[in-house]
């Protein structure tokens, strides 16, 4: 069984920074993608970023410029790096994977920006 488990959250005051980590079961490499999304309270899940298997990113527009996604195949870990955070970056946040044709979610971070 497949398991992500995400660490690095808390909280920050605005404009502050974070780096959030996601460490997975199996080797990353056996995922077509992984990503970070967020969900505050009353509202959907969103995709926040997403890196591919031959490490392509794309962000969220509303985190562009502030976030990135990278990974360690080593440790079979995903980071998301995130800077001038803002009271709206506060939400839960997930990480993402998906292997074949399921989707592998960790069970959440919150990441609470507020002064």
């Known amino acids: 069984q497949v398991q992500l488990v995400e660490s690095g959250g808390g909280l920050v005051q605005p404009g502050g920074s974070l780096r959030l980590s996601c460490a997975a079961s199996?080797?990353?490499?056996?995922?077509?993608?992984m990503g970070w999304y967020r969900q505050a309270p009353g509202k959907q899940r969103e995709l926040v970023a997403r890196?591919?298997?031959?490490?392509?990113?794309n962000y969220a527009d509303s985190v562009k410029g502030r976030f990135t996604i990278s990974k360690d195949s080593d440790k079979n870990t995903v980071y998301l790096e995130m800077h001038s955070l803002k009271p709206e970056d506060t939400a839960v946040y997930y990480c993402?994977?998906?292997?074949?044709?399921?989707?592998?979610w960790g069970k959440g971070t919150l990441v609470t920006v507020s002064s």
């Open positions: 993402n994977g998906l292997r074949g044709t399921t989707n592998y």
């Open positions: 199996r080797t990353i490499f056996s995922f077509n993608n």
């Open positions: 890196i591919t298997s031959g490490s392509s990113t």
